[in-house]
C-alpha cells in the first residue's frame, strides 16, 4: 500500500490521468511508424515475431513517454 492510499487519497489524479492519455496517443502513433520500420526491416527479422515485437515496442514507448512525463511534471 502506498503512501498516499494509507493517507485516504486518490490513486490517480488529474496530471495523472492526463499524462496516461497523452502517453497513450503518443504510443498509438509512435506504434504506427514501428510498424512501417518493423515491415521494412522484415527480411532481417522472423514473420511470426513480428506482431510480438510490435507490441513490446508499443508497451515500451508508452512506459518510457509516461515516465518522461510524470518526471518533467508537466504536459506542455
Do not use: C, N
Not at 497513450?24 to 522472423?46: I, Q
Not at 506482431?51 to 518533467?72: D, E, M, N, T, W
Amino acid at each position: 500500500m502506498t503512501k498516499s492510499a494509507r493517507q485516504g487519497l486518490p490513486l490517480e489524479d488529474e496530471f495523472t490521468k492526463r499524462a496516461k492519455t497523452s502517453a497513450a496517443s503518443f504510443a498509438f502513433y509512435a506504434s504506427l511508424y514501428l510498424w512501417l520500420a518493423l515491415m521494412y526491416f522484415e527480411d532481417y527479422v522472423p514473420e511470426h515475431r513480428l506482431p510480438g515485437l510490435a507490441i513490446l515496442g508499443s508497451a515500451l514507448i508508452f512506459g518510457l513517454r509516461y515516465l518522461y512525463l510524470v518526471k518533467r511534471g508537466r504536459l506542455d
